[in-house]
Structure formats: C-alpha cells, structure tokens
C-alpha cells in the first residue's frame, strides 16, 4: 500500500501561484505513474495532470496546459503541482494519486492510491 499525503493548498489571487506537493511513503514510489486530479462540489473528479515514473513524460488536460507543470523527485518519494496564472475555475480539492502501470493514463480507476486532497481557492 502507498500513503500519499497532500500539501500546499491555500487561498490565492487570480494571477497567482501554488506548487502543491504530494508525499509518499514507500520506497517503491518511482514504479508508479503519478497523477493529479481535481474536484469541486457536485461534480465528478477531473483529471488534471500525470508523469512517467522517470518523469520523463508528462501529460496535461488541456484546460491547464502552459501554466501548470508537474514533477516528482523519485528521491524524496514527492510529487509536485506548480500552477501559475491561476484562474477562479481552478479552485477545486486537488489529490494526487499512484498508478502501477507503465503508461500514462487519465482514467481515474487506473490510479490505485489517493491522497486525501488539499484545497485550492482562487479569488477573482
């Protein structure tokens, strides 16, 4: 089993930054593809972002692309999300999660392990 705990979430301007981190507890973290996902109230998990287990490939949902970048330090057993150019549409409860498989994917039941969410708050 993998424990991913998530930080980094908080209260921002739009026009503003975050870098989120993820921390996992097992060795074993670099086999897993990682992802990020979010969530707001009354719709369904989105996926927002996931990497290779080198880090290597990376793959963002479009709505993201050019200001989000994710990474993960295979040495420090950590993930991380650095948003920039934050937007209203971002705030969302984002988790990060481990997949055991050898591709990307942004199918949600493909990721076995979830953290339990930090939130992210965008003001306009």
């Known amino acids: 089993q993998v424990l991913l705990v998530e930080s980094g979430g908080g209260l921002v301007q739009a026009g503003g930054s975050l870098r989120l981190s993820c921390a996992a507890s097992?060795?074993?973290?670099?086999?897993?593809?990682m992802g990020w996902f979010r969530q707001t109230p009354g719709k369904e998990r989105e996926f927002v972002a996931a990497?290779?287990?080198?880090?290597?490939?990376?793959y963002y949902t479009d709505s993201v692309k050019g200001r989000f970048a994710i990474s993960r330090d295979n040495a420090k057993n950590t993930l991380y999300l650095q948003m920039n150019s934050l937007k209203p549409e971002d705030t969302a409860v984002y988790s990060c999660?481990?997949?055991?498989?050898?591709?990307?994917?942004?199918?949600?039941?493909?990721?076995?392990?979830w953290g339990q969410g930090t939130q992210v708050t965008v003001s306009s």
């Open positions: 999660a481990a997949a055991p498989i050898v591709y990307l994917t942004t199918n949600l039941k493909e990721y076995y392990y």
């Open positions: 097992r060795r074993s973290f670099s086999s897993y593809v």
């Open positions: 990497i290779s287990w080198s880090g290597g490939n990376t």
